[in-house]
Nanobody, 114 residues
Framework: QVQLMESGGGLVQAGGSLRLSCVVS????????MAWYRQPPGARRELVAG???????HYSAAVKDRFIISRDNGKNTVYLEMNDLKPEDSAVYYC????????WGQGTQVTVSS
């Protein structure tokens, strides 16, 4: 069974940075595109960044130029470096494969204070 384990969230002031990690286990090879999603309070989950196996990246307009997605295939891990954080970035952040699995990990909470 594929497992998704997000970590690295926390409380940060506006303008600060955080680096999230997602470890994917239960797979023979880490050979799929990966993505980060987030779900703000009272809102629906949204896709914020994606990365292919060849390291081509895409970002939502809300995070472009501030967030950087990367991956370490040797560690079965995808990262999300978040810079210049804003209160509207506050959300539970999740990782998943692309196309996504039918289930999610527990996510990691990011709270940005003004």
């Amino acid at each position: 069974q594929v497992q998704l384990m997000e970590s690295g969230g926390g409380l940060v002031q506006a303008g600060g940075s955080l680096r999230l990690s997602c470890v994917v286990s239960g797979v023979m090879s880490f050979d799929t595109a990966m993505a980060w999603y987030r779900q703000p309070p009272g809102a629906r989950r949204e896709l914020v960044a994606g990365i292919t196996i060849g390291n081509t990246t895409h970002y939502s307009a809300a995070v472009k130029d501030r967030f950087i997605i990367s991956r370490d295939n040797g560690k079965n891990t995808v990262y999300l470096e978040m810079n210049d954080l804003k209160p509207e970035d506050s959300a539970v952040y999740y990782c998943n494969q692309l196309p996504r699995l039918d289930y999610w990990g527990q996510g990691t909470q990011v709270t940005v204070s003004s």
